[in-house]
């Protein structure tokens, strides 16, 4: 039994070993975009899960206490554990995250299996609820600060919430490169407020030390039964954020994201949380708003403008995840294209996508719209996160038995434990379905949906693509028998399927009765790894003398430029000239057919995703003076 070794704290650029003045910058960075979420949980975890614990009833020290030790051993065993020692280990070539780790599962199995596909969607569509609720609930909680600051600004909240969210989503598409070098300071600052802030309440009822005892939270969850498994769903408040830590390993690396979370976030955390109890155990009352009644209100209005920043810090980082989430998804083929751009000329990962941000702002509206309260959208959260929790655990066992080379029911021992605490907290998060956990489960369930739906619709597609193609040798012979007119330049026939005529090229010919001196059938795959070296991108096979067969390979983490890669291809001896260059793709008009193999409903959907796809040639990054597109008329 080995556990790797290997270093994965990289920069943002590479995969090379740092020293110690960038580990540090590292190690500040990943405080202000992996901790910003978790990091705001204090504004309202512990409120909701007291609240949550009582009822209608008077508070209780044993309800006080049991949250407490519930809110700590959950960040230990869910977070520290989990994520920060074991699956932070699990990277694809310094990689994390769902898909990313799914792709690593499905290498080290040979295979992408439906299991491993299933739970790869599921856990990326949950994550989109997450990117949905996380703004939503994260600002709110901040402004609701207000009505405790200046009570005759209670009315102001929801308006001034709404204007913070939109605003935060207008400057998107100027990227977050000049921005993201205030998040780790800002962050810093926070979680120093926070442990400070804390320390002096500490002593109001010293009781409250007595909630390290793990002994209280499962007692309270023992003898209260259903009450105390709600409370544990408004508990996992205090751990959302958590997967965060290796869905952002790539940007971090291990070490500084390890070294953020012992050196200062996870003892500001419990800090703060015990600084709550021990108010609240000291004066019941204090439960309304135990975070901002830390603070004397002479300091209340700067308090709430920092955590109103610390929030959008957090709801940006969980925005840029959600980018980076819809490129991978794009490239492994689960939705259609869409437009990626670059907001950073010398960090290949920041990238803004237009549809994305859209539709993200407004499903963040619409939830604040609904829920309005920050206390009434606690019940949306956690169901997302705890889905994507048991993902990654079952993922993360496939990895660790496989990759890691350890026995199966010794990996079983260290994981299922662990998937068994985020399994009870999904069922807990459950029961609060008709509270508000429906609002992530639906849309989760719409985005598998329409990930289903593309992934079928292109397999049909394809099948019938294929029924009339010829393939790509009998072509060659064909032409060389009898070869039409050839024209000086090189032509390159984009296809899924090398081993058949693409159509435009047939289309070409049928057509134009011309051939191209070089004919290239060009066929781009994505590898399952995030990048791959250039000296592997390309591969070349010569079929004839005007024809040849290039494959071009891509990382799920890469965007791709066509006239890059290709240009790569000079070191094998093919002289590229972008100049002289066409490029031919087929554009498809798809019309709904009574036996397309789908309902006719799910046909229409198809169709829709089909239409508001990227076109090719922007995607592929092709100059547009050098596309000749051919149009065909398909049913499906």
Excluded: C
């Amino acid at each position: 039994m080995t556990v790797p070794t290997r270093e994965t704290a990289v920069p943002v650029s590479g995969h090379a070993a740092v020293d110690a003045p960038s580990r540090l910058a590292l190690t500040i960075g990943s405080i202000g975009v992996v901790y910003g979420d978790i990091g705001t949980s204090p504004l309202y975890a512990f409120r909701v899960a007291v609240k949550a614990a009582v009822g209608d009833g008077p508070i209780t020290d044993d309800a006080v206490l049991g949250v407490l030790s519930l809110i700590l051993w959950s960040l230990t065993i869910t977070v520290t554990i989990k994520y920060v020692l074991i699956l932070l280990r699990a990277d694809n070539n310094g990689e994390g995250g769902t898909l990313s780790l799914t792709a690593l599962a499905a290498r080290v199995l040979g295979r992408r299996t439906a299991v491993l596909f299933t739970l790869g969607m599921i856990g990326a569509a949950m994550f989109y609820g997450d990117s949905v609720i996380t703004p939503a609930i994260s600002v709110l909680s901040a402004v609701e600060g207000l009505e405790l600051a200046i009570p005759a600004f209670g009315h102001a909240v929801l308006p001034l919430t709404v204007l913070i969210l939109i605003a935060l989503f207008a400057v998107q598409s100027r990227g977050t490169a000049r921005v993201a070098a205030f998040f780790g300071p800002v962050m810093v600052v926070w979680f120093l407020t926070v442990a400070g802030v804390g320390i002096p309440h500490l002593l109001d009822n010293p009781r409250v030390f007595a909630a390290v005892n793990p002994f209280y939270g499962i007692a309270f969850l023992a003898y209260h039964g259903e009450i105390g498994l709600v409370t544990l769903g408004f508990v996992f408040l205090a751990v959302t954020g958590g997967e965060a830590l290796y869905a952002d390993l790539g940007h971090f690396g291990r070490k500084p994201i390890q070294t953020a979370w012992f050196g200062l976030v996870f003892p500001a955390l419990v800090l703060n949380y015990f600084a709550q109890g021990s108010l609240v155990l000291a004066d019941p009352a204090a439960i309304e708003s135990p975070f901002y009644q830390l603070f004397p209100s002479i300091v209340l209005v700067p308090v709430v403008v920092l955590a109103t920043v610390a929030t959008v810090i957090a709801s940006q980082a969980v925005i840029t995840g959600a980018y980076s989430v819809t490129r991978q998804a794009i490239q492994l083929g689960l939705i259609p294209r869409l437009a990626i751009l670059h907001t950073s000329e010398t960090h290949e990962g920041q990238i803004y996508i237009p549809r994305a941000k859209t539709a993200l702002l407004l499903g963040v509206l619409l939830l604040v719209a609904i829920f309005r309260t920050s206390n009434a959208l606690a019940s949306a959260y956690g169901v997302a996160v705890t889905t994507t929790m048991v993902v990654d655990g079952l993922l993360g066992f496939i990895v660790i038995w496989k990759f890691w080379g350890w026995r199966p029911w010794t990996a079983a021992a260290m994981m299922m434990p662990l998937i068994f605490v985020d399994a009870t907290f999904l069922s807990s998060n459950l029961l609060k379905l008709v509270d508000g956990a429906w609002a992530p489960l639906a849309l989760g369930a719409a985005i598998v949906l329409l990930v289903l739906t593309w992934r079928r619709g292109t397999m049909l597609l394809l099948l019938k693509t294929r029924q009339n193609e010829v393939p790509l040798d009998t072509l060659v012979k064909s032409l060389e028998k009898k070869p039409p007119h050839v024209v000086p330049g090189t032509a390159v026939f984009l296809t899924s399927d090398p081993s058949s005529a693409p159509t435009a090229l047939l289309h070409n010919l049928k057509h134009n009765k011309i051939l191209h001196e070089h004919n290239v059938v060009l066929t781009i795959t994505t590898a399952d790894t995030p990048r791959v070296p250039d000296d592997e991108r390309i591969r070349m096979t010569q079929v004839s003398r005007l024809f040849a067969k290039v494959e071009i390979r891509f990382g799920f983490m890469e965007t791709p430029n066509i006239p890059r890669a290709l240009a790569i291809a000079r070191k094998q001896g093919w002289q590229f000239d972008i100049m002289s260059t066409s490029f031919y793709l087929s554009r498809r008009s798809l019309k709904p057919s009574a036996h397309s193999g789908m309902p006719g409903w799910q046909d229409r959907l198809f169709i829709g995703l089909a239409r508001s796809a990227s076109d090719a040639s922007d995607f592929f990054q092709i100059p547009t003076g050098r596309v000749v597109e051919v149009g065909t008329q398909l049913t499906i």
